[in-house]
Nanobody
């Protein structure tokens, strides 16, 4: 089992910045990739950014050039630096960890943190 705890959400004006953190604990050796997803009211949860254990990253087109995902292996923590925030970035942001187990992919989720961008 993997436990994920997010922090860093809040209210910011358009054009501002926030940094989200996600600390992993438990069976962290089983994690193959970590990422951030978001879900706005009335919309489906979507991938924002993801980083594999090998360091490969991918981003949603809507955040490329504005958001950066990174990790600190010593702290078992993944970060999402969000710059030039827009009102459409408003959502609950969830940390995710992937375990590519022999029986299939297992997903672990954090409790979510609210990000609100005012215009």
């Amino acid at each position: 089992q993997v436990q994920l705890v997010e922090s860093g959400g809040g209210l910011v004006q358009a054009g501002g910045s926030l940094r989200l953190s996600c600390a992993a604990s438990g069976s962290i050796f089983s994690i193959n990739a970590m990422g951030w997803y978001r879900q706005a009211p009335g919309k489906q949860r979507e991938l924002v950014a993801r980083i594999t254990s090998g360091g490969s990253t991918n981003y949603a087109d809507s955040v490329k050039g504005r958001f950066t995902i990174s990790r600190d292996n010593a702290k078992n923590t993944v970060y999402l630096q969000m710059n030039s925030l827009k009102p459409e970035d408003t959502a609950v942001y969830y940390c995710n960890a992937e375990d590519w187990s022999p029986i299939g992919r297992l997903d672990y989720w954090g409790q979510g943190t609210q990000v609100t961008v005012s215009s």
